[in-house]
Every structure is written in structure tokens, then in C-alpha cells.
């Protein structure tokens, strides 16, 4: 490999400025490869720069999962209480008149139903 100057194939997917530091430490001639301390640095560079364009697709996608939580509160509780929710307020609770709820069983009404 050496002698014939033969490298591995880098991907086409690899960010370039790692397909460089690759082919500097690659180099025929070991003065011109970076030292250790060089390679870190370059690593560490090449990795803030990965994390920053990742980060904001996150940003993005939070965004949208916030807007999906607010609708369906929205949907699901009154006006009022989801509002407070979302401003990150106490919701009270409320009183009203009693009610009557009647839970009622017709017989045969699956069958009629279907």
C-alpha cells in the first residue's frame, strides 16, 4: 500500500473537511502530516461545525412539536384552560351547578345498532 501509494475509497457522504484531514495524515511524506495535537483540533472543529447544522433541524422539528401540543389542547379542553396552559399558568379549578350524568343500558341495542 505504501509503496504504490494506495489509499481506502472515502465515501462520497464524508464532509470534506474530514476527506482533507484524511488525506493529510495520509500523506507520503511524514513532515507534512499533521501532528496529534493538530488532528484533535481539526476533529474538534469539524464536529462543532456537524453539531451546529444539526442542531438547528432539532429547533425546527421542537417548534413543530410545540405548535401539534397546542392544537390538541386546543381540541381537547376548553378555550380558557388551554390557553392558560400554554402561558405556563395555574388553571383553577371551577365550580358549577351540580348536574345529573345517567349511564343507561338498552338491551339489545348492539345488535340493533350493527
Known sequence: VKELG????????VPAELRDLMADCWSQN???????????ERLEAIGKKESAMNAAPTNVNMELNEKKN?????QILPPKVAARLCE????E??????VT???????????LSS
Open 101 to 111: 350524568v345517567v349511564f343507561s343500558d338498552i338491551v339489545g341495542y348492539t345488535d
Open 6 to 13: 494506495r489509499r481506502p475509497i472515502i465515501p462520497k457522504e
Open 88 to 91: 405556563g399558568l395555574k388553571v
Open 70 to 74: 397546542t392544537n390538541l389542547l386546543h
Open 93 to 98: 379549578p371551577e365550580e358549577y351547578d351540580p
Open 30 to 40: 511524514p513532515k507534512d502530516r499533521p501532528n496529534i495535537r493538530q488532528v484533535r
